[in-house]
């Protein structure tokens, strides 16, 4: 019997703020490092998309009637595989069906990754008439060489190009997404990348380092000795000089690879540009992933989707929830989630969510010059930013 939902039951469903994230798998072309559920669209055969919708609308309705409880919805992310493989009007029919079935707070963030070779003026135009209003570009890096190690299929520059397109067309909360540590890239090489960045006046910049994952090609060409692996000092260097490039240019660091410009609301209260979806995982909130492989997280569960599109999308039909499998979270896993999860943002991990025998580990923290306990919230600083797993681990040991 295939976990199911219902086993979070003993926590009232509608106390947690509530999320929901749509996973479309199709992209153009599979990037040399990626370990996504996704899937080359040409490959997939005529009706995919068609297939994929349909079983995605029942999967929310499935859903929403079987936890209507949940809602509304704070923040709708389109995540992938690449979203804008779809059209501006599928992407629009999916947030009004979130909208009719869960509701949708009034100012609630939806965001839609996005290739840049995908975007366009009519394009970033239907985007916002079907109500996305954060873009999040994947854009890497500016330096040709490393794109093509990576295999991705948009040009340098192109990326600063739609920012400043979208920003034209009325967008007024973009991000850009860059990856440092990539084999054969320069400390140079990183710099360029993150002052072109900057060149689009992005609100947000997420800047992660490369992990070779297990089964994806540039993890065959590392093991055939064609290209380097980096080490651990390159990518210390290069998430310092993020963290100087980014800070010297106005943005905040409140997660350890997320950076935001600070910006004013329609209150006049300032604030930084987070993505306030990524903030409901970090924070433990509840969300609900709809689409082949998504994870959801809901009161005391945790599960994910079957991944095949196919598979997926005749369990939609059949009217059940495509569950692959789940689990129902201990007390021992929600509070290492809390640690792992709180420590790493700005805000800090308050120090009352620990151990008992974890507040002295927590002190050393300090005393190392790691970090600093203010209010009693433990914070990390940039030295214990690029220690954060060691620290972590150790916290909990």
Request: proline share 6%.
């Amino acid at each position: 019997m295939r976990f199911h939902p219902s086993d979070a039951a003993g926590q009232p469903l509608a106390e947690q703020p509530f999320s929901v994230y749509i996973h479309v798998p199709f992209c153009a072309a599979r990037c040399g490092y990626c370990d996504f559920n996704t899937y080359v669209l040409g490959s997939m055969g005529a009706g995919a998309v068609q297939t994929y919708l349909d079983a995605a609308h029942t999967e929310i309705e499935t859903a929403s009637a079987q936890f209507p409880a949940l809602g509304p919805a704070r923040t709708v992310f389109f995540g992938g595989g690449t979203p804008t493989m779809l059209t501006p009007a599928q992407l629009g029919g999916l947030i009004e069906h979130v909208r009719n079935s869960w509701g949708m707070t009034g100012d609630a963030e939806v965001t839609t990754e996005a290739n840049p070779e995908t975007l366009s003026t009519p394009v970033l135009d239907g985007l916002l008439e079907a109500g996305v209003n954060r873009l999040s570009m994947g854009m890497q890096s500016a330096d040709r060489g490393v794109l093509k190690l990576l295999d991705r299929v948009h040009t340098p520059g192109r990326a600063v190009d739609m920012a400043r397109l979208a920003r034209e067309r009325g967008f007024d909360d973009i991000s850009l997404d860059l990856i440092f540590g990539t084999p054969g890239e320069s400390l140079e090489s990183w710099r360029r990348s993150l002052e072109t960045a900057l060149e689009a006046e992005p609100d947000h910049i997420s800047a992660y380092s490369l992990i070779v994952e297990e089964g994806t090609r540039l993890a065959a060409r590392i093991r055939r000795g064609e290209v380097p692996m980096t080490d651990e000092d390159d990518l210390a260097d290069k998430y310092l000089a993020a963290e100087e490039t980014l800070t010297g240019a106005g943005f905040v660091n409140y997660e350890v690879s997320n950076w935001a410009r600070p910006g004013t609301g329609p209150d006049g209260v300032v604030d930084l540009h987070r993505a306030e979806h990524n903030m409901a995982y970090w924070l433990g909130d509840d969300w609900w992933g709809i689409g082949p492989g998504a994870h959801s997280h809901v009161g005391q569960a945790r599960w994910w989707n079957v991944k095949h599109p196919a598979r997926y999308a005749a369990l939609c039909s059949a009217g059940e929830l495509p569950v692959d499998d789940g689990e129902v979270l201990g007390p021992e896993e929600r509070h290492e989630e809390t640690v792992l999860l709180r420590l790493r943002l700005a805000d800090g991990l308050p120090v009352a969510e620990l151990r008992e025998e974890e507040v002295p580990r927590a002190a050393k923290v300090v005393t190392d010059g790691l970090g600093t306990e203010t209010d009693g919230v433990l914070r990390l600083n940039l030295e214990g930013r690029l220690l954060a797993d060691r620290i972590i681990t150790e916290l909990l040991v």
